[in-house]
């Protein structure tokens, strides 16, 4: 019998719509080991648990906050395990309103997964070599108010971001960002 979070993954990662051969792989995997895993959201869980990660938009500027990858090399999106309330986009959106002190930060409704991927975790501080199952999702904020460590995290144009975004399916996933419009529309294609 499945449990109450892993039902409500599958129906995330049922209605999402893979962008390529690669993120279709890995939700074919997801669906698989989702159903089969009752703690996936529990980071102890090896092969793989689920992590949340999220892409910060302010569509009135027409930008994404990223922070800076934890090697120093490029930006990365706000990622984070699960804490404690088996629902990886909640998690995401505190880790983000924690690490910015951004409090103005919503998910975007309907909730849905943007991007999809199997991220390696190599081995370190006693953990084993594991992956993670990143479902991303997109929160909107505003560029107006300043973020809480700028050396950290910064606001960029899509544009910027593809040159700045150090992650398994950066391209695909900012890919799926369109500004539309006079009045700044952010369409999101899934």
């Known amino acids: 019998m499945l449990t109450s979070a892993q039902k409500s993954l599958l129906y995330l990662l049922k209605q999402h719509v893979p962008a390529d051969d690669e993120e279709a792989r890995t939700l074919h995997y997801a669906l698989t080991y989702v159903e089969m895993e009752p ?6 869980t ?7 990660a999220l892409l910060v938009l302010d569509p009135a500027e027409r930008k994404v906050l990223l922070t800076r990858a934890p090697d120093g ?14 629902d990886v986009a909640v998690s995401a959106l505190h880790a ?6 951004l409090l103005d930060l919503v998910l975007a409704r309907p909730l849905s997964v943007l991007d ?7 081995a370190q501080d006693g953990e084993r070599a594991h992956r993670h199952l990143e479902l991303r999702f997109v929160a909107y904020g505003s560029a107006r108010w300043p973020v809480a460590d700028p050396q950290r995290q910064r606001w960029f144009t899509r544009e910027e971001a ?3 975004l150090r992650i398994p399916g950066a391209a695909r996933l900012l890919s799926r960002l369109r500004w539309s419009g006079e009045a700044n529309a952010l369409r999101l294609v899934r």
């Open 39 to 44: 703690v996936i959201h529990d980071r102890r």
């Open 46 to 52: 090896v092969p793989v648990h689920a992590t949340g």
């Open 73 to 86: 090399d490029g930006y990365a999106l706000f990622t984070t395990h699960d804490v404690g309330v088996q």
């Open 96 to 101: 983000a309103m924690r690490e910015t002190r």
């Open 116 to 122: 999809l991927a199997l991220i390696d975790v190599p």
């Open 162 to 164: 593809m040159g700045q």
